[in-house]
């Protein structure tokens, strides 16, 4: 069974670029969030979503944005990008239902310079 | 708001030693804890704990929970070097699926 899938793996913006991140998750999960990670501020919950609603969001800006698909499939935008945005960006998966565990990908790391 | 602690936040050992990891939390409506191991790619899931008492075990790892004093710790005993890595301890606080509430994990290092 495929993992969480992260594309791109590697990318370099210039500040004011906008960015789009994509994530595929485990088959038969439709939860899907995003978080990221820097050094400072560890891991930080961006938002989530299920059957293409998101039903939570973090408190990150609006340049922050996200939409999923009807397949489960998702992405993330970032407008206006800003130097503190470079950043690991993670998305993760889950089933429904209690006890299911969360599923992380391998990541994107984005560096904006 | 949720709020996950996490102590020490750096541990250097040498292989063979044993050691404790802290995870202390406040959340409205805890659902679960789960541990992670991260290296320099993905969290990987190593356990996840809803029930206060009852020891996980995965070889040399094993964690526990208590709900009633809001704490959980992660053993590892007869460290190695591949065990080197930050470990996160995660709080799902019930407000929906996939939100997790990270700590700001515990950095081990181990020395051969």
């Known amino acids: 069974k495929a993992g969480v899938t992260q594309t791109p793996r590697y990318l370099i913006k210039t500040r004011g670029q906008q960015v789009t991140l994509s994530c595929s998750p485990i088959?038969?999960?439709?939860?899907v969030s995003w978080y990221q990670q820097t050094p400072g501020q560890g891991l930080q919950f961006l938002f989530e979503?299920?059957?293409?609603?998101?039903?939570n969001k973090g408190n990150f800006p609006g340049r922050f944005s996200g939409r999923q698909f009807s397949n489960s499939r998702s992405e993330m935008n970032v407008s206006t990008l800003e130097l503190g945005d470079s950043a690991l960006y993670l998305c993760?998966?889950?089933?429904?239902?209690?006890?299911?565990?969360?599923?992380f990908g391998e990541g994107s790391w984005l560096t904006v310079v | 708001e949720d709020k996950v602690v996490q102590s020490p936040l750096s541990l250097v050992v040498h292989e063979g030693d044993t050691v404790t990891l802290n995870c202390s939390y406040e959340?409205?409506?805890?659902?679960?804890l789960l541990w992670y191991k991260q290296e320099k790619k993905a969290p990987t899931f190593l356990f996840m704990l809803?029930?206060?008492?009852i020891e996980k075990k995965s070889g040399r790892l094993s964690s526990i929970l208590d709900k009633k004093e809001l704490f959980s710790i992660l053993n590892i005993t007869a460290t190695q070097t591949g065990d080197s890595a930050i470990y996160l301890c995660?709080?799902?606080?019930?407000?929906?699926?996939?939100?997790?509430?990270f700590g700001q994990g515990t950095i081990l290092t181990v020395h051969p």
């Open positions: 993760a998966s889950s089933g429904t239902g209690a006890g299911n565990t969360i599923y």
């Open positions: 088959s038969g999960h439709r939860s």
């Open positions: 979503y299920f059957s293409e609603t998101q039903r």
């Open positions: 959340v409205t409506n805890f659902r679960s």
């Open positions: 809803t029930s206060s008492g």
């Open positions: 995660a709080v799902d606080g019930g407000t929906s699926y996939g939100k997790l509430t």
